[in-house]
């Protein structure tokens, strides 16, 4: 019997005997086609990559750990310049964590630092949106949507404010265009500001991809630039979330580059250390930086772990890598292929309602009726069923529950890594055509 309090009471899950590339062996022998990097769109260069480990073991060589109140290390020094080197706009300075969950939390006290320095410490008002996902701290839960994760935890949470998700193919009305909507979508916000006091409002937080939650929903077209005028306007800090589907997984290393948009914080984490190490980043503005310059001068913040070279190495690599193989292209073609490919095999099947995304970042949403859009009722537990069979069959895809409203709703989402090859990607669709039939029809 394990020792270890696994996700599900009921029993141990297998153990990994081996796994290289996009497949995986258990210790039964039994061999599973990845389709979404490690569970949550984290291994991006697949499994078994030399370079990384190399990297990994010439650093535990050098220094393994100090805490960063003494010593920084040239891995998290070169790390931090490859990133601002790239990063849009003016986020020229970084935070590291141990994931993504630590790297919001950063944000979130980063921002409220911001404004006490500034002198304007009534600003404390976080805005965000329901059918998000923040991460599984208390304080991450607190300004995450999703009302599964929420609940059991929600009288210890601190006060947030939500606003609707970006979701045009549920809240669009009829005839209504993408960009008109988006600009509509984006105007709950500065309804919420006024309701609030824009003196008292710090941040509005956002996933400008929603991973998990709603299955790779896009931004509309236009609403991220609304959304970064209206805090403009009336002086909101605005983070991107990008901890699911930022560091290459679209195409751009920064999901917000599709958008044109420019956030003053910005958090990435999973594929940052491509599942080697664990880390997060937080990617900090020059406003952001120079107001806590002129104010105390310091950073009034900290984890044990936050730099830790080994973790800084790994993802250095992994950065490179990404650089120097051209993936980013690599993650547009596969992506492509991907989305064509789903449309072409699923699309026409009666209970996929929509399949969108960005690069290998795809959801395919399922409908109890195509043309009304009606769910299927939460206890058929579709997405359960889907994730059972896909398992029995080598397939490991991401099923999720409540995509409409956080109760009704089902959709897969898929996030293979960055070298998946045009077989495998066929091979993805063709299981998961036949697992989709196997449950529905």
Request: proline share 3%; net charge negative; glycine share 12%.
């Amino acid at each position: 019997m394990s020792a270890i309090l696994h996700r599900s009471l009921s029993g141990s899950p297998a153990s990994i005997s081996k796994a290289q590339g996009v497949w995986i062996t258990d210790n039964s022998g039994k061999i599973y086609l990845d389709a979404l990097s490690g569970g949550v769109a984290v291994s991006c260069l697949g499994y078994g990559n030399e370079r990384v480990n190399s990297a990994i073991a010439a650093q535990l060589k050098e220094s393994a750990y100090f805490h960063t109140s003494f010593f920084t290390s040239d891995a998290a020094e070169l790390l931090a310049q490859e990133l601002t080197s790239i990063a849009p706009g003016e986020l020229n300075y970084v935070v590291y964590s141990s994931g993504g969950s630590e790297a919001v939390e950063t944000a979130l006290k980063l921002a409220r630092q911001y404004w006490v320095e500034k002198g304007e410490s009534s600003r404390r008002f976080i805005i965000s949106r329901n059918q998000s996902y923040h991460g599984g701290t208390l304080g991450t839960l607190a300004v995450g949507g999703n009302k599964t994760r929420r609940e059991i935890y929600a009288p210890m949470l601190f006060e947030a404010h939500f606003i609707s998700p970006c979701f045009y193919y549920r809240q669009a009305e009829q005839g209504e265009s993408e960009s008109d909507y988006g600009v509509r979508a984006a105007a709950e916000l500065e309804k919420k500001i006024l309701e609030l006091g824009a003196e008292n409002v710090s941040t509005f937080i956002c996933e400008p991809i929603v991973g998990a939650t709603l299955g790779c929903v896009p931004a509309a077209e236009g609403y991220l630039k609304e959304i970064r005028r209206i805090c403009d306007a009336y002086g909101v800090i605005l983070i991107f979330d990008e901890i699911m589907c930022g560091a290459g997984r679209t195409g751009r290393y920064f999901a917000c580059e599709h958008d044109e948009v420019v956030p003053d914080i910005l958090t990435i984490a999973k594929g940052l250390g491509g599942g080697f190490q664990p880390i997060g980043a937080t990617l900090v503005s020059e406003k952001i930086y120079e107001a806590l310059k002129a104010g105390s001068g310091l950073l009034k913040h900290g984890f044990t772990y936050m730099g830790h070279s080994v973790s800084c190495a790994a993802a250095l690599e992994v950065f490179r890598i990404i650089k120097e193989d051209e993936l980013l292209p690599q993650v547009s073609l596969r992506g492509e292929q991907l989305f064509s490919e789903l449309k072409r095999e699923v699309g026409g099947h009666p209970n996929v309602g929509d399949i969108r995304g960005r690069g290998l970042f795809v959801g395919v949403e399922l409908v109890q009726d195509k043309s009304t859009k009606q769910p299927f009722s939460p206890g058929e537990k579709i997405n359960s069923k889907l994730k059972n069979v896909a398992f029995a069959n080598g397939l490991l895809i991401y099923p999720n529950g409540g995509t409409v409203d956080g109760i009704s709703g089902d959709h897969v989402l898929f996030s293979p890594a960055y070298t998946v090859s045009p077989g495998e990607v066929s091979e993805v669709v063709s299981r998961f055509k036949a697992c989709l039939n196997e449950v529905l029809g």
